[in-house]
């Protein structure tokens, strides 16, 4: 493949209701921080993806809204639906073609407008399933169950995620929720669904990620520090719960088996220096961590507990505090990624892992990920 | 240019009806998938990678994509969904384009679909509009497209009765596609006696509501000609999505298709589209798009749009002949209308489109409209493009 | 004048919602299923006639094989718990009083497991493995819900 780099990024702070912002506000700050980040003025950026839901956002077309505030203006656009990492695998796709030197991507949400248990519940089959009742938060619990059942993780090994992410959060300026927490605060936070109390869950988030991809001779004009796409892919699961053994992301370990053939990695826990991952729930981070070929399957939560995903670990996971403290939810993998480019940068602060030079990133669609997109990022 | 030329080589529609009880969206989109690899004479495991769109509120099925799996072939493969509203269609078929040109995906599989039985259209599509400003003052796609028709007559003095011949002619090329929803002739007298919707629209100046779905497999130069022996190669596209508020439109003149055709015409060398054109699927869901709309493209010069629609012209037989399938006029399950248009000129240009095709098709323009007056548009070749 | 300063406005909020009615065709495989519990109290599944994968809820193609599932069987009603929770708080989604079990049941003869609810049993009793069997409503419309939950087998 040839070479394609992230030479921008800008994000607006996560937080919990951005009730001075609408869509296009929020738009129009992460892509004036992207712009400036890298150096140009937006008639520099050859074309753009915005990414949005029209569901979370209450709006048929909803990418409407950003156009103008994200430059669409007389220049060639599209939009996709989904996790931005996958609006970010297509702006890639759009420079790969030749057809553009650089593209502009963005992702929005506005949790804090809708009621994600109704958003989500729409999720399910309108024939078979949807008057049951059941949402992210109850089919996740479901995933949980089985996935602790199959591999012996416990309450406490999920709650120790939450510690380690809300914790980190406390160093990451764009994060809704730093917090010092034990173990046993998650556990006596309110159970939600069993297993999944409270503090397991990742908070209803607002903002918006921007980020622009180059190819290698618009990097180098524009930046000096060109963060460089090592491989990506993205694969889907059966849609139906009960079609998928809950317990296993098999789409995630495709997607990452290709991911990491195009980026040459053959011992991931050797050859990853940090990871960002979806971690919409605590059990997830364990799980798409296994995913990833981070940890063997079910033993995530020894690492985890032997303090190798921590920021002072052999392979960090959700430096940045992950979706746990900040989850607007079509642009979190676009999150995931612009923490990723910060860390391989140096520019993650008291977060920062020192000397990282390969970072795994992590998105996902659908129900208890059925769906995922896998990034490999270097900064060599 | 992409890094690799991109062809058109399988095509598949379902026959488009106002209503399908007998299916819901996945097996709707099934037949359309199962049509397009039989046209190819692929499986589904030849295919890399799936770009699937609709409208989301139609159906009212959040991660719509990721629900329909099962129909469209999705399960362990790549999918990703783009969504543009009216537009989306065409906004596959550039993804699609974009996807293989780029070099990571040999076959793409891409779906348009829409089941419009299955919700209040109007009511969905006004959830497009601003909610503070727009929403509560403007209902549904008719007002906006009633309100460029009043613009252009007033500054050309055209009059309903201009608007009725171009419905006469799509509603007359529909009886030619088996896949059309209305294969009925009508008369001029009868568009203008039909009621009148919003003043200057007739019911029979503009589309129905569809359920129905399109498939395109999209390969790259390695292997296009290896599936298909004259494969529909696509030279190039553009869009444009500006969005504004309702009031900020420069109504009777189309920005988005002046601007969009414009580039589209210069990267790809083409001079004088009238002459060098053989074929245009236009998405125009209403009849004085017919006339506005191809004055935008660089067709004929602003103004006198009517007078080469009256003169048969764009007919059958005529010097470019215009929507052969029918058109949006026949036919419009919206997530999969811009697709349509698409596989529609892939058909004149690989000599598969039966009675409505036009003879030695070698460049063929398709496109598609939507959201707030946005325009998408792809050139379609016989040749190779350099 | 007005003050040029944005940070000295209190911004409003606008509510609103989106009410857009629906009318889902099941489709002719669906409404089978439906019927099935429906008149005859039977859960009806699909099965491919290349793999033979049974699928509930019913298919009408095979999303491996992608071909049309030809042939019906009749699964359950005894059905083993998949996996489940115990939803405890009232999410918006829920139309009914908490605790409520949710739950992925496998339908003996299934290679699939279909989601419902767990019912008639302590919440804090039900386990992964469990055996129960549907247990359908007195009146019957042809909807998911006309089976009104799934309860232990035994007892």
């Known amino acids: 493949m040839e070479k394609i780099a992230i030479i921008g990024m800008g994000m607006t702070k996560i937080e919990a209701n951005k009730v001075s912002e609408n869509f296009a506000d929020m738009a129009w700050e992460a892509v004036n921080a992207a712009l400036a980040d890298a150096g140009m003025d937006i008639k520099d950026v050859s074309n753009l993806i915005t990414t949005s839901n029209d569901f979370w956002d209450g709006r048929t077309i909803s990418c409407m809204a950003v156009g103008d505030s994200s430059g669409a203006r007389e220049k060639n656009c599209s939009c996709v639906e989904g996790d931005g990492t996958y609006g970010a695998f297509y702006a890639m796709a759009r420079i790969l073609s030749g057809s553009y030197p650089s593209t502009l991507v963005t992702g929005h949400t506005k949790g804090s407008e809708s009621i994600s248990s109704l958003i989500t519940n729409a999720a399910f089959d309108p024939i078979y399933e949807r008057s049951l009742g059941v949402d992210m938060i109850t089919a996740s619990a479901m995933q949980a169950r089985a996935y602790m059942d199959k591999t012996g993780t416990t309450s406490e090994d999920l709650a120790r995620v939450s510690v380690k992410n809300h914790g980190n959060a406390k160093n990451n300026p764009y994060a809704q929720l730093p917090m010092d927490l034990t173990v046993e605060d998650v556990l006596a936070s309110e159970m939600i669904a069993d297993p999944l109390h409270k503090l397991d869950c990742s908070p209803v988030s607002d903002g918006c990620c921007a980020l622009i991809l180059a190819d290698e001779e618009t990097a180098k004009k524009f930046c000096k520090k060109p963060i460089w796409v090592k491989g990506a892919a993205f694969c889907s699961d059966a849609y139906f719960l009960g079609d998928r053994d809950l317990a296993k992301p098999k789409s995630l370990v495709a997607a990452a088996k290709k991911a990491y053939a195009m980026a040459g990695i053959t011992e991931p826990t050797r050859q990853i220096d940090l990871a960002e991952v979806y971690d919409a729930f605590t059990y997830q981070e364990l799980m798409w961590a296994e995913g990833l070929g981070l940890a063997e399957y ?83 | 240019m992409g890094k690799k030329r991109v062809a058109i080589v399988g095509t598949g529609q379902t026959h488009h009806k106002s209503h399908r009880p007998d299916v819901n969206g996945q097996e709707l989109i099934h037949e359309a998938v199962t049509r397009a690899l039989a046209d190819a004479e692929l499986t589904i495991k030849d295919i890399d990678a799936i770009v699937i769109g609709n409208m989301d509120h139609f159906e009212g099925i959040n991660y719509v994509d990721c629900w329909s799996v099962d129909g469209s072939g999705g399960t362990m493969r790549p999918i990703i969904k783009l969504t543009t509203g009216g537009t989306t269609g065409s906004t596959l078929a550039i993804g699609g384009y974009h996807m293989v040109a780029s070099g990571l995906f040999e076959k793409v599989l891409i779906i348009g679909w829409e089941k419009n039985s299955e919700s209040d259209t109007t009511g969905a599509i006004t959830t497009a509009f601003d909610p503070i400003w727009d929403r509560l003052v403007f209902a549904g796609a008719i007002a906006g497209l009633a309100a460029e028709g009043q613009a252009y007559m007033a500054e050309f003095g055209i009059t309903d009765r201009d608007a009725a011949r171009v419905s006469v002619r799509d509603r007359k090329h529909a009886v030619n596609n088996p896949y059309a929803q209305l294969r009925k002739e009508v008369t001029i007298e009868e568009v203008l006696e039909s009621p009148m919707l919003s003043d200057p629209i007739h019911l029979l100046d503009v589309c129905p509501r569809t359920d129905g779905a399109c498939a395109v497999i999209m390969a790259s130069e390695d292997v296009a000609e290896k599936i298909c022996p004259v494969p529909d190669w696509i030279w190039g596209t553009a869009n444009r999505h500006v969005y504004t508020y309702v009031g900020d439109v420069n109504l009777g003149e189309i920005d988005s298709m002046k601007n969009a ?44 749009g009517s007078e080469y629609i009256w003169s048969g012209a764009t007919d059958m037989g005529g010097e470019l002949p215009i929507n052969p399938s029918g058109g949006v006029i026949a036919c419009n399950p919206i997530g999969a209308t811009g697709l349509i248009r698409c596989a529609e000129v892939a058909l004149q240009v690989m000599g598969k489109a039966g009675d409505r095709q036009v003879p030695d098709v070698n460049l063929g323009v398709s496109t598609g409209f939507g959201g707030c007056f946005w325009t998408d548009i792809l050139l379609h070749g016989k040749k190779k493009p350099e | 004048m007005i003050d040029q300063d944005l940070s000295k406005v209190t911004p409003q909020v606008y509510e609103s919602k989106i009410g857009v009615p629906y009318t889902w065709w099941a489709g002719d495989t669906a409404t089978r299923f439906l019927e099935g519990i429906r008149d005859r109290g039977e859960l009806w599944a699909t099965r491919c006639g290349k793999c033979s994968r049974t699928y509930v809820p019913p298919r009408k193609n095979c999303p491996g094989c992608f071909e049309e599932n030809a042939e019906w069987v009749q699964v359950g009603p005894g059905a083993t718990v998949v996996t489940f929770t115990v939803a405890r708080r009232p999410l918006a989604a829920i139309p009914d009083p908490v605790p409520v079990v949710f739950a992925l049941v496998k339908p003996d003869g299934a290679d699939t497991a279909m989601l419902h609810r767990i019912g008639d049993v302590d919440p804090e009793k039900v386990s992964i493995g469990m055996r129960v069997k549907p247990r359908f409503a007195a009146e019957r419309k042809g909807h998911i819900r006309d089976i009104e939950c799934f309860v232990p087998e035994q007892g």
């Open chain 1, 298 to 380: 079910g033993k995530a939560k020894d690492r985890l507990k032997n303090g190798d995903f921590d920021i002072s670990g052999t392979l960090p996971v959700n430096a940045s505090g992950g979706l746990l403290s900040g989850h607007p939810v079509i642009a979190a993998g676009l999150y995931r990624m612009a923490e990723a480019v910060r860390q391989l940068r140096g520019e993650a602060g008291a977060n920062q892992k020192d000397g990282a030079k390969t970072a795994v990133v992590q998105g996902l669609n659908g129900l208890c990920g059925q769906s995922h997109c896998v990034w490999v990022l270097g900064n060599e």
């Open chain 2, 261 to 304: 055709a414009t580039e589209l015409f210069a990267k790809t060398g083409i001079r004088e589209p009238r002459k060098e054109l053989d074929v245009i699927e236009l998405y125009q869901p209403y009849s004085f798009a017919g006339i506005i709309w191809i004055e935008a493209m660089g067709i004929i010069p602003r103004g006198k």
